[in-house]
């Protein structure tokens, strides 16, 4: 069963930094594009950013581009989202999920709680 | 960017009812669309990929249709499960972009 558990949400000050992780089970990891897409309260979904299997294929939203960067250890079945430069308008559930060649996004996490308030 | 537009963005409909939800792309993304559900405090559900193939597992009253510009979302048979918030998302381009949802409620 495809298993994929998001962690490393939590309170931040703006400005500040947070790397959020996806720790993956349950298929061939390595062989299988990732990808971050966040909920803001009260709105819909906002796709953040993707990754190819091996790492060196990378994109962004708009809003992601310069402040988040996207990483994964294929030895560790994880996939990681650096967010940088933290506004207010970043706070966000965010979910990563998997992807295969021709589709878009077919197994997702239950999301992790990123709040950036001082 | 692409820009997706969903309609309606609320609709109101009773078990049984067949509902269709549209989306419209600003731009030819051919079809490489997926449809999506979500729940509050769910992880979202592909419903639909690539315009009209049913995801793995998802019931045979769900369909999706169209090309280049223009995609539709139909529940034959409303059930209480399908009650939730629906997604289009084009992946042809990158950024890839979501409609801003379509919420199904009860009537």
């Known amino acids: 069963e495809v298993h994929l558990l998001e962690s490393g949400g939590d309170l931040v000050q703006p400005g500040g930094s947070l790397r959020l992780s996806c720790t993956a089970s349950?298929?061939?990891?390595?062989?299988?594009?990732m990808g971050w897409v966040r909920q803001a309260p009260g709105k819909g979904l906002e796709w953040v950013s993707v990754?190819?299997?091996?790492?060196?294929?990378?994109h962004y939203g708009d809003s992601a581009k310069g402040r988040f960067t996207i990483s994964r250890d294929n030895s560790k079945n994880t996939l990681y989202l650096q967010l940088n430069s933290l506004r207010a308008e970043d706070t966000a559930v965010y979910f990563c999920?998997?992807?295969?060649?021709?589709?878009?996004?077919?197994?997702w996490g239950q999301g992790t709680m990123v709040t950036v308030s001082s | 960017d692409i820009q997706m537009t969903q309609s309606p963005s609320t609709l109101s409909a009773s078990v049984g009812d067949r509902v269709t939800i549209t989306c419209r792309a600003s731009?030819?993304?051919?079809?490489?669309l997926a449809w999506y559900q979500h729940k509050p405090g769910k992880a979202p559900k592909v419903l639909v990929q690539?315009?009209?193939s049913l995801g793995s597992g998802v019931p045979s009253r769900f369909g999706g249709s169209g090309y280049g510009t223009e995609f539709s979302l139909t529940i034959n048979s409303l059930q209480p499960d399908d009650f939730a918030t629906y997604y289009c998302?084009?992946?042809?381009?990158?950024?890839?972009?979501f409609g801003q949802g379509t919420k199904v409620e009860v009537k």
């Open positions: 349950g298929f061939p990891f390595s062989t299988y594009a």
């Open positions: 998302q084009q992946y042809s381009d990158y950024p890839w972009t």
């Open positions: 690539q315009a009209s």
């Open positions: 999920a998997s992807r295969i060649p021709y589709f878009g996004f077919e197994n």
């Open positions: 731009h030819n993304v051919y079809s490489w």
């Open positions: 990754v190819g299997s091996t790492g060196i294929d990378t």
